[in-house]
């Protein structure tokens, strides 16, 4: 690797320390604080100077105070004269305001492209969008990784018995499949109406066999659990014999943790996308590192090498 440097906004520090770890660097150097007025300050205390920069930021609460944090971190780095400034974001901020649905309403994940590139990023690094769509919304370079191989090795890896895999309703069906694919079992599909703008689920009917078998449900997220819960008592009701479920973002806010404590779900594996607060940290709940992947990602970039084969999301 050339000329490469990697900061970590201050929510991000022990993710960006694992991708470091991976790649055999330092983390940068910089001071990030508040002063009494509110305002946030960034200073770098090393040269970026023809570097090639790499800003990692996650979306541990506040949400707002952590965009505010990478904007202002990029215009540092950039008015540093870095050569390149990536913004690394395992999980993208208002990634579920994607469109225009309802009336008067803003497309929140747009505007998030545009602060991006206005601050300064000519590249952004994300993982398994909520629409991938998103891409499109970037002028600059915006490369999609995926949770998906290292959900199914993890599955796969505990030998699993007569697994059905179940989509929680029509939009996760095609996700869904190629996890069935991957796994070489059946398909079901649960289906479920959500209730305005409240975040409740209702799951109402299931289409396939499920009885007796062992169900693993993936998403690209779980934020309230309220879907996920509710599709799990509906298998439950079906006679499914176990539950899993599997998602890259675990973002996990409201009552998600006591929806999953007592839900009949086994286990919930997520990624670190997200860092899990210790209060969150319950039993049923497995973390894994998705931290190697960003790190080869950004190897590669930087050799001005191909990701294709990173995206196996895809094929």
Do not use: W
Request: proline share 3%; glycine share 4%.
């Amino acid at each position: 690797m050339n000329k490469i440097k990697i900061f970590a906004c201050n929510s991000a520090e022990k993710f960006t320390e694992e991708v470091c770890d991976c790649l055999g660097l330092k983390m940068g150097e910089k001071d990030a604080f508040k002063f009494k007025n509110d305002n946030n300050f960034v200073q770098l205390k090393e040269t970026v100077r023809d570097y090639d920069v790499y800003i990692v930021q996650t979306t541990q609460p506040p949400v707002n105070e952590r965009i505010m944090e990478l904007l202002i971190t990029i215009d540092t780095v950039k008015r540093a004269s870095a050569k390149r400034i990536t913004a690394v974001l395992p999980y993208y901020m208002y990634s579920r305001s994607d469109k225009k649905d309802q009336p008067r309403i803003p497309v929140t994940a747009k505007l998030m492209a545009q602060l991006l590139e206005a601050a300064g990023a000519d590249r952004v690094i994300t993982c398994d969008l909520h629409n991938s769509a998103i891409q499109s919304y970037f002028d600059i370079s915006c490369d999609r990784l995926s949770g998906k191989n290292l959900l199914e090795k993890y599955f796969q890896n505990k030998n699993l018995s007569n697994i059905v895999v179940v989509a929680t309703d029509a939009g996760s069906s095609k996700k869904a499949y190629k996890y069935s694919e991957f796994f070489e079992c059946p398909l079901a599909l649960i289906d479920k109406r959500r209730e305005s703008n409240n975040d409740n689920a209702v799951a109402t009917n299931i289409i396939g066999d499920v009885e007796g078998k062992t169900a693993l449900i993936f998403d690209d997220e779980v934020s309230t659990a309220g879907t996920l819960v509710e599709a799990a008592n509906i298998l439950q009701a079906h006679g499914v014999k176990e539950i899993y479920a599997g998602a890259t973002h675990g973002v996990l806010v409201g009552p998600a943790i006591e929806r999953i404590k007592k839900s009949p779900i086994k286990e919930l594996v997520i990624t670190n996308t997200i860092p899990l607060e210790e209060e969150k940290q319950i039993d049923k709940i497995k973390v894994v590192s998705i931290a190697p992947l960003f790190a080869e990602a950004i190897k590669r970039i930087n050799e001005e090498k191909p990701l294709g084969d990173l995206f196996e999301y895809d094929k």
